[in-house]
């Protein structure tokens, strides 16, 4: 599903990313962690096509995705990449249903549908009964079980979370924990976690440990 080939990526004089080749299938629930400062946003934004590599081969799905225009890699972010991020990230003014639809919307993909897709996912996700509620009615778990249903409103190949549990109670962090492998199960949907709880590291099918913009093997 993903296949990384010699990424480096550098700011101004600073290089983040030394070299890194990864592979991972699909269905795959991946854990990256290492310190602060190791590069694992980076390659997360990397490989959600939110920055560009200053040199190197990147695949995902099937396609080059280093090759492709601004234009182009935008559309192959809307529909083949979906992102949880540790602050959800969700639009006050809208509904929770409604931020959930939005990119179905931007797809340009049928209103119908969309919106039966959304309840869908709203409702396997425990969320039924707070889809007219904005962001600011609901707890942390349900903004990010909101933020997860957004994320996976156009059926995308892979699911890129940054510190998705960062921001939550106990209690709250081992559901979503949990989620993103019934996710894995329901969905084959392929995981790339960024994460600093070990918890949710050991519970991964694999764990990619970073040091200093590199792998270690």
């Keep these: 599903m993903i296949k990384t080939k010699d990424i480096h990526k550098s700011f101004g004089a600073l290089e983040v990313l030394k070299g890194i080749d ?8 991946v854990s990256i962690v290492g310190p602060s400062g190791a590069g694992k946003t980076t390659l997360l934004q990397i490989l959600g096509t939110l920055s560009r590599p200053t040199s190197g081969e990147i695949e ?20 083949k990449i979906g992102f949880v ?27 119908h549908e969309v919106e039966k897709r959304a309840a869908e996912l709203l409702g396997m996700l425990a969320m039924e009964h707070r889809l007219t509620h904005k962001p600011a009615e609901l707890s942390g778990g349900e903004q990010q079980r909101v933020a997860i249903a957004r994320a996976l409103i156009n059926s995308p190949a892979v699911l890129l979370a940054d510190e998705p549990s960062g921001n939550l109670d106990t209690k709250n962090k081992e559901e979503i924990h949990k989620l993103f492998f019934t996710l894995r199960d329901t969905f084959g949907q ?10 949710l590291a050991e519970m991964s099918d694999r764990k990619i440990q970073m040091i200093d913009g590199l792998i270690r093997p």
């Design 60 to 79: 995902i799905d099937g396609v080059a995705v280093h090759t492709l225009s601004d234009k182009n890699i935008s559309k192959f972010r809307n529909t």
């Design 190 to 199: 392929t995981v790339v976690i960024v994460t600093h709880d070990e918890q």
């Design 22 to 29: 990864l592979s991972i299938d699909k269905g795959e629930v």
């Design 85 to 111: 991020f540790q602050f959800h990230h969700l639009l006050p003014e809208f509904s929770a249903f409604e931020n959930v639809c939005i990119p179905g919307y931007i797809a340009g993909r049928e209103r």
